[in-house]
């Protein structure tokens, strides 16, 4: 299946869960927003992602 | 007889050496409790305005917290507060280590230095006797050599050493105060202040000895650390990959300053530089604080070139030292924080004043005549370590520099203070406001210059509202959610003065903004209120605290208008309002229009003069400062 991740295409396997995608791209706390909704911590890792899905992931980062 | 402990202070005056021991009664520390705050309180009640940074009269204050010593995490922290010879602005720089839990262990909240020693002397604290002592074997030298020097003098392994290094000596504006070698109070050049008195060190005797006021309620706090960092991945990989863990990312999202913040982007360095390579190559071990379960200190060792007696670079060092002078060589980034750890050198302005350097000199306002034959291009690893030293020893341009970006923009002309990316004077860490417009605002009205540790960053208000992060925010009132970082409007206003109320009250307690915190950190509002009650036997609630972090934020802005400082000097360097040229963050940019008006809302907020910035009477008053208006 394709999404756009942060504004570029990105294959991926069918069934693939959002928890993977964070992991693939190396997010290690970060905020997820599918289609204009934002997706609750609890949800990460039942989510699947769909073809054609909009997929924006903010990376979370405080001062250091 | 006040329930809240009086504050222990040791006052020395270094030109006749008499040293003084009083106190500051409950009542009235209950309303300064400790860190800068005290330091401020100290200083606002001696210090005429308007003195040189580096005349005898200015005021240098180390000081901690009623708590500093218990056995919890994150609660090592020291505050040096003084007049900035940097910025010209109150000075306040925090650092860790165990030197604060050894100089609460001594019996004091607060050292304060008056004056200035004929010769170079240091200051050796052993419970009740204090000493001013011969330096003149120790002056000039490293941090290092300096160390067993002191520990020779005393015939006692078993002392803690805050001291300055030859920067210091030599009075480089942004000269730190370093502890074991590798632990700095690194920003707004204190170090200098120290040099300046002549005062090469203060030395504690290694003594521990803060209780709990209540054990049975305290004991569970502390121990639930281990489950917190269980669950908490931003504090867990701090450990795990240091500051640095996210420079990688930073620059894969186009947020990374880069050649002296021209980009955000660094593609061709970033993977090189960032925590796991590190962590892949050159790190012996992970250090730690005084009783801290994070372990977020990086120590690195490669033979022949860095000792890890001198620690490791945080995220800032590696984007100063990195980034932003094109550097993607670990090794260069690693032999840097030592130099500056063993000469006693802020990482972050001294790397971004190198930066500076190398844009003037591609630029072509300085050439090589001026630079003794250093070619300063972006990405020259050679010229580093020579140039670190010139600036130690103030040699050759190292002169020019040791004062700063702004200063040596002045005398340099031609456009170069385009170049000096600064606010008041003090370089900017690595945090683009761009991608935290909120952030962005605390540098500019920060009182001492732009500081990423004063507030909260707005990425956290993206989490979502089932998060740690938000549910914390919502109890300090910050409630709105957003989908990208970039705006700035009315709830982010808000969101930047009430987290830096906070962060505020973090360091004036002197807690770990790692540890401690409104959003992500391990222990949040409640935790800190039950640290209060079960640590101190402090009747506390989260407004009093708030309140606390105001005042501390207006007594600084109090200080700065006595300078002559106004909203004139709470501006972002131009660089930052233009559009990003590559990378994935192409085209993004800073509205000017909007950062500016939001810095208006800020003042309103703040309860400040419109015109000026500064703190009106009335707000002084509601914040019990109403005593600074009779001086």
Redesign the interface.
Same mark, same amino acid.
């Given at each position: 299946m394709n999404i756009l991740l942060n504004d570029t295409a990105l294959e991926l396997p069918d069934d693939y869960c959002l928890k993977d995608l964070l992991k693939l791209k190396r997010y290690r706390r970060a905020a997820v927003i599918i289609n204009d909704k934002h997706i609750l911590i609890r949800d990460y890792e039942s989510v699947i992602l769909k073809n054609n899905d909009v997929v924006k992931i903010v990376r979370i980062s405080g001062g250091g | 007889m006040s329930l809240f402990p009086d504050a222990k202070i040791l006052d020395i005056d270094l030109t006749s050496g008499q040293v003084i021991k009083k106190t500051v009664p409950g009542n009235i520390y209950r309303l300064y409790p400790g860190g800068s705050a005290l330091g401020l309180y100290l200083i606002l009640q001696d210090m005429p305005a308007k003195v040189d940074p580096l005349a005898s009269e200015n005021m240098l204050v180390f000081s901690v917290a009623p708590f500093t010593g218990l056995n919890i995490s994150g609660l090592s922290r020291m505050v040096v507060t003084t007049k900035s010879p940097l910025t010209g602005t109150i000075g306040d720089s925090q650092g860790g280590g165990f030197f604060p839990v050894y100089l609460k262990g001594n019996g004091y909240d607060a050292v304060v230095c008056r004056g200035k020693s004929p010769e170079p002397v240091y200051i050796y604290v052993n419970e009740g006797e204090v000493e001013i002592r011969d330096a003149s074997k120790m002056w000039g030298k490293v941090t290092g050599d300096a160390e067993a020097l002191f520990r020779e003098d005393l015939g006692d392994d078993k002392v803690d050493i805050a001291q300055i290094g030859p920067a210091g000596e030599n009075l480089v504006s942004y000269a730190s105060i370093i502890n074991q070698c590798n632990r700095a109070n690194g920003r707004n050049g204190t170090g200098a202040v120290m040099g300046s008195k002549n005062l090469k060190a203060l030395v504690v005797k290694k003594i521990i000895n803060t209780k709990p006021y209540d054990p049975e309620a305290f004991k569970p706090l502390a121990k639930s650390v281990k489950q917190k960092l269980e669950e908490n991945?931003?504090v867990a990989?701090?450990g795990e990959l240091g500051?640095d863990?996210?420079l990688e990312?930073?620059s894969d999202?186009g947020f990374l300053p880069t050649r002296n913040w021209n980009t955000g982007y660094f593609p061709e360095g970033a993977k090189a530089i960032t925590g796991t390579t590190m962590s892949e190559t050159v790190l012996k071990r992970r250090d730690t604080c005084y009783a801290c379960a994070v372990r977020?200190k990086r120590v690195v060792e490669i033979p022949g070139l860095v000792d890890p007696l001198y620690g490791g670079p945080?995220?800032?060092t590696c984007g100063t030292f990195g980034s932003y002078c094109c550097i993607s060589d670990l090794p260069t980034i690693c032999r840097a924080n030592q130099l500056c750890n063993m000469f006693g050198i802020d990482t972050i302005s001294c790397g971004a004043t190198i930066a500076f350097a190398m844009e003037c000199y591609e630029k072509g306002l300085i050439d090589t005549k001026d630079t003794g034959g250093l070619k300063l291009s972006f990405g020259n690893t050679e010229i580093i370590e020579p140039l670190i030293k010139m600036i130690a020893s103030r040699e050759g341009i190292g002169d020019l520099l040791a004062d700063g970006s702004k200063k040596a923009a002045l005398k340099i002309g031609g456009g170069a203070d385009k170049m000096s990316i600064s606010v008041k004077g003090q370089e900017l860490?690595a945090?683009m406001p761009q991608y935290k417009p909120a952030v962005g605002l605390i540098y500019a009205v920060n009182p001492f210059g732009a500081d990423?540790?004063s507030s909260?960053?707005d990425?956290?208000m993206?989490?979502?509202?089932? #998060?740690i $992060?938000r549910k914390r925010l919502a109890q300090i009132g910050t409630t709105a959610?957003y989908?990208?970082?970039f705006v700035i409007d009315d709830d982010k206003v808000r969101f930047a003065f009430d987290s830096q109320c906070y962060f505020s009250v973090l360091d004036t307690l002197c807690l770990c903004?790692?540890v401690w915190?409104p #959003?992500? $950190?391990l222990y949040g509002p409640d935790d800190m209120i039950d640290l209060c009650k079960s640590g101190l036997g402090w009747e506390t609630s989260l407004f009093e605290l708030m309140r606390v972090g105001e005042r501390r934020i207006n007594m600084m802005r109090f200080f700065n208008a006595r300078e002559g400082f106004t909203k004139e000097e709470d501006i972002l360097p131009e660089r930052l309002f233009k559009p990003f040229p590559d990378g994935?963050s192409k085209g993004v940019q800073l509205d000017k229009e909007e950062f500016y008006k939001a810095r208006d809302l800020y003042y309103s907020f703040a309860g400040w003069d419109m015109e000026t910035g500064n703190p009106t009477e009335s707000t002084l008053r509601k914040l019990s400062l109403g005593w600074l208006l009779e001086k």
């Open positions: - | 991945e931003c990989g701090l500051t863990g996210d990312g930073f999202d977020c945080e995220y800032e860490p945090h990423h540790q909260e960053h990425t956290f993206i989490m979502p509202e089932d #998060s $992060e959610e989908d990208n970082p903004q790692f915190g #959003s992500w $950190e994935p």
